[in-house]
């Protein structure tokens, strides 16, 4: 289950404070232009520790491609990425062996599984996002060849909607030892007809499930979302014309398959669940305690995000367009 | 893209109006005791008709059972159920061959695939979901042989959330010749720890991708959902004591893995597209006109989508059960 | 595992003595004319009792299109096709319930599933080929719109070569109450490059899981197969000419893809294993005794294998045009 | 196409001469002891370079585990295992960019793709089966805690049949500048009852897929294999008795499902298509050629590829038994 897509497979690996992490690209069409220069902005835009409102910590993630390119160009096999860990001190994590911190996957895990990484969450950390950047960005360079773009804006952070608002919000959690959510909407642009399949295979709930496997996000809608609950039918219906349809209540998908609008989404954002004010909790073997998180964690990880989210919708997106092609030979 | 799920696969068929539906269920487990009287409840709640509220079609949705099932207990091999079609007239959808009906999947459909049986909607009628109820109801005996329950409620009616107003809101929709949407909330009880994979596998991922693949849902939220973007971290965390978390921001899911609290999420419905009320529509063909839709709609799907939205989750839930166990022999 | 194929998958049902069989084919390209009389012709040839060296049993296998076609093409939606059982006569087998037939696979399923349908084998049955003859048909009407055909013959029974004593091999068999197996070889005409992805995917591969997915094929071998054992590599490699290869001992694939030859296999099909001749076996619970098993089996399957091979190694060339052609968009 | 399994999958990745190969592993079962060294020897028996009857290589195979496992033990994460290239030399390749050898993938890449790396086979090099073999030393690993084990041997060499004379045959080929075949047995012991899913998914299907998926293998047999088809059927089923059957043609799958017997198959492996002796071919552009392919390769790949059979029996065994488990709840 650390595979996504049916056509243009991404399957991710490694652990916070692992050696390393990466990703395998099965299924990448031939003959695209790729570089580690394709990929690296992307990574750095996932990167912590540019701002202040950011965590501090100062991870590389310099992508290395191992296989799939040669002499510059995609040629259909698997692309292996991967990215080394740097400056990873396991020992800050040691404290963290038998605790269970509230609103992480700790004893989910331990449950699950008898046995996980804790250092900085193991395999449930965000770190492995990283990876997820790195396959998005072959993805998006696919899609770019198309015509296609992708692009997200925060729309809210912590209750606030002013985007002049949003800085301060997060620095007045900062200073509490606490986080905050957030809002972000995701568009794609130049999405041609076609994209998504009937009845299970359908685009909106391959974007739901792509969206909502990002760790942090909570829900999602796509179009007019939840403000469709409230409205009539004949409100919602996006008139058509000769010229196209007036309004994009739908959010460039109907019946499940795309119909040329843009497509657009928003997600709801946790805060982050590290923070440093204390939390009754409780060690592994169910003795009662208050834990205090120190380290280095966003108070706010919604600006992070948005690239893990764009990146997401673009693995949504060559994954339709390849299974849409399929029957290239015959429509 | 017909088969939901990894190792308990449905596989629905059929049209609004062709001959028949069905579903062919792959992987469920051997030994469930299994009768058509055990589905056809099920599909009682999800059929028109039954009050002033919904459509006065009247489909009898009887099931049969036609493999997998010998002496009244699943055998492990794959369970066909068929429903046949009864009353479906054609010629009433004949006018409706070559225009693009606003807010269907009409158009979508045409462009991608070049043919489509327009008749009701055809594939993507809401008439589908008939089998998708059918082969939640043999999920749902199956998570009930492990204690797990699945219940729905309506918690909002075109942005009403009195449960008092919400046939009035209906009916109002109904005289106007329109439509209303709506929001569900829908809980497991019962679930034990570890469904659910990293990353990719989520549970709230499995969800929210089965949610969105409803037809009308255009969003989803789990446990505190969008809520959440505006709480302090150290509010949303759920504070964990021996006896259990104090509370559920989480909805019973911590990094993709449920953690044996109750499962809820809410829904967000889209009024019913289909609408007597005139609309500017295009043909096939490009040419701007105005379109009626005559016929028998539901003013309100919301009540009926409570058991297929219900069923999804029910699949959801015994494909992670089953593919939690798969581990049995190790952990 | 009930479902074949990637792209085009077949997902068969049904038992030899349960109300119907059938398959649900979703993945099929739209806009392909099929009806009912494209397909009963291969259900013919598949069928049992056409002569004096097979089965008197008289089944009808009359299908049934359900869904998925409108008035006369394909639509891409999930094709349904449904076959009534006719004249089964269950208590024929109430004998066989508790005993282990050799060479069947009565044990493995009562031991893996703890339950199973006895009546003429249940699912493990050969009827069970009829609906991957149905989903074949369907395929081979793809295929033969690019102008693709599939073909096969026998060569050899019971060790015997020479076709004009296949006859008397397989009558001498019947007479002692016997059976006997043989080899076929089936070709597939007209397949142009590109079919099959490397690795783990390759088109050979394919091609030999299909084939031993048969229940009575117990050797696969693909162009030169086991004789390449005693070959030197300068006799075994195709000489490469500006007009094409000299020879074909790859049988039409190389590193898994097509490469425009002609593909051909063989296949080797091990006696039916009901025999009246009696046989030393245990019951269920391991009562040691001598079972002969009388009624209407066919002493020699390989004359009806021929069209479940042909229709499975359709089925294989159908998911690989399609898998193919995902890429058409780039290449 | 570069993942093999349902449960336990290997993604493979690499290119003969880039800079690294290796394996992703999802799905392995927690708790499993697992370092480097458990891999490693399994690396030494593919390598090549060891005797006078292979190709003097100095390949290291390195493995490096990147991922997956903590403290010793696998954690259920994906496991990724690295081997970086070493001494690999692209300009011995050069003359071979445009040229077709015959009995090789480069024309069928070339045409599937556009665009190939050329260096060594690039991904259809035999290089590959190293990441297959890094995986199944974990398949295995998993399987030893379950009382299995697999074990091989080469039965032929060129058409002979007597182990004594094997090197003999070698190395006449090797001084002809040519190349042998041969066939291998490969057994597995200690495997219980239960393994293999009815129908698509039956185990004699999925260990025949996995064969022909190793690029030399041409035939697969299982049990009796070939030599079923010259047998009465009262010779080749296997008769039962308390303490199980007297016989094993089968094989040790009976309908697809192991039965405890033993399960044994035979391979038939193709000379190495790479020889010195001329040979008639074309470039990619047609103008006719001869070709003497000079440089270290193998003159009969049997040995090495013994391994690599038996690996990827153990990933279609351990596959295999994670499926069987997914019941475990229920059975």
């Not at 992480?104 to 250092?119: F, L, V």
């Not at 909607?161 to 301060?168: G, M």
């Not at 004949?234 to 795309?258: K, V, Y």
């Not at 948005?306 to 429509?331: H, K, N, P, T």
């Amino acid at each position: 289950m650390n595979t996504f897509g049916h056509l243009f497979r991404a399957t991710t690996f490694g652990e916070s404070h692992g050696p390393a992490i990466g990703v395998v690209i099965d299924g990448c069409p031939p003959g695209i232009p790729l570089n580690e220069a394709d990929i690296q902005p992307l990574m750095e835009r996932r990167r912590p520790g540019r701002g202040p409102t950011t965590s501090p910590r100062n991870e590389l993630d310099q992508v290395e491609i191992l296989s799939g390119v040669f002499e510059g160009q995609t040629t259909g096999m698997p692309i292996a990425i991967l990215i080394r860990s740097t400056g990873a001190e396991s020992r800050d994590y040691e404290s963290l062996r038998s605790v269970v911190r509230p609103g992480h996957a700790d004893r989910t895990y331990q449950q699950k599984y008898g046995i996980r990484d804790h250092r900085g969450g193991g395999r449930s950390s965000g770190r492995e996002t990283a990876a997820r950047v790195a396959a998005g960005a072959v993805a998006m360079k696919c899609l770019g060849l198309k015509g296609m773009t992708i692009r997200s804006r925060i729309t809210e952070v912590h209750g606030v909607s002013d985007p002049a608002l949003f800085d301060a919000e997060i620095l007045k959690a900062k200073e509490r030892g606490d986080s905050v959510g957030g809002c972000l909407e995701v568009i794609a642009d130049g999405c041609p007809p076609g994209l998504g399949d009937p009845v299970f295979g359908k685009l909106d709930a391959a974007i739901a499930g792509a969206m909502m496997g990002i760790g942090a996000v909570k829900g999602v809608e796509i179009g007019e979302g939840f403000a469709s609950a409230g409205m009539y039918g004949s409100e919602w219906n996006d008139p058509l014309f000769r010229s196209g349809p007036a309004t994009n209540h739908a959010g460039g998908i109907l019946g499940g398959i795309s119909n040329g609008e843009p497509i657009y989404l928003r997600l709801a954002i946790k805060p982050t669940p590290s923070v440093s004010i204390p939390q009754e909790t409780v060690d592994l073997d169910g003795t009662e305690r208050v834990i205090e998180i120190k380290g280095r964690h966003d108070p706010c990880i919604v600006p992070r995000a948005q690239v893990v989210a764009e990146c997401m919708l673009a693995l949504v997106l060559i994954d339709a367009l390849l299974m849409r092609d399929r029957f290239s030979g015959f429509v």
